[in-house]
């Protein structure tokens, strides 16, 4: 099993739409879980970090289910400056991130 | 805002030569890391790098890489004898190590095409 999985994409929306990607770990250890954005070719960019209650950034929800070790990113009233590639980012219980395979967003005018 | 900064943003090199890829951690920060993309694929570890000694290191990172900080500002990967199959994109990324949950914090990368 791979240590992180996502959605497989590519996610094609309209604008106002309201769309979530969802990720999975397979190592129960790991500690700390993230949501990056990467656009084509550039950086991945953090997004927001997930704790455990959830938290929210504007228009952005992060959720995390450690019984289920799933971690999920909900975005509401898309815009098309969100089209790219989320990646789902698990730090094990050393100094590795894990990155997921990412997730493509598209949104459409 | 404090930035990682990667140098060059693209080298192009013969296989068998030696590149060395520079980057400059945000100046605070303790844990350093390089990490390279495969075009199309996902973002791979490489190795991570804490108090002047590497602290975890993937499969990938054999013989041929190696890493430095020359001085306090640098952090460099070494790839003694470039493969076709280095050919990726190479990120350093740094983050403060306050509590365990500090970001990575990436740099804008180096392409690296071995011909």
């Known amino acids: 099993r791979k240590e992180v999985e996502q959605d497989p994409g590519p996610f094609n929306v309209p604008e106002g739409a309201t769309v979530a990607f969802n990720c999975t770990y397979s190592?129960?250890?790991?500690?700390?879980f993230f949501w990056y954005r990467q656009d084509c070719r550039k950086e991945p960019k953090l997004l927001m970090s997930v704790y455990s209650s959830g938290n929210e950034d504007g228009r952005f929800t992060a959720q995390l289910n450690r019984a289920s070790q799933y971690i999920s990113l909900l975005i509401r009233d898309s815009k098309l400056s969100d089209s790219a590639t989320y990646l789902c980012v698990v730090k094990l219980g050393g100094q590795n991130f894990v990155f997921g395979p990412g997730t493509r967003l598209s949104v459409l005018p | 805002e404090p930035e990682v900064t990667q140098t060059p943003s693209h080298q192009v090199t013969q296989m068998g030569q030696e590149v060395i890829l520079r980057c400059v951690p945000i100046?605070?920060?303790?844990?350093f890391y390089w990490y390279r993309q495969i075009l199309g694929q996902k973002v791979e570890f490489l190795v991570s790098?804490?108090?002047?000694?590497?602290?975890?290191k993937s499969e990938i990172f054999d013989d041929q890489f190696s890493v430095e900080r020359p001085d306090g500002s640098n952090f460099t990967l070494k790839i003694r004898s470039t493969k076709l199959e280095d050919s990726a994109m190479y990120f350093c990324?740094?983050?403060?190590?306050?509590?365990?949950?500090?970001?990575?914090?990436f740099g804008n990368g180096t392409r690296l095409t071995v011909t």
């Open positions: 990324a740094s983050r403060d190590g306050t509590g365990g949950n500090s970001p990575l914090h």
């Open positions: 190592n129960s250890a790991s500690q700390s």
């Open positions: 790098f804490y108090n002047n000694e590497i602290s975890e």
């Open positions: 100046s605070n920060h303790l844990y």
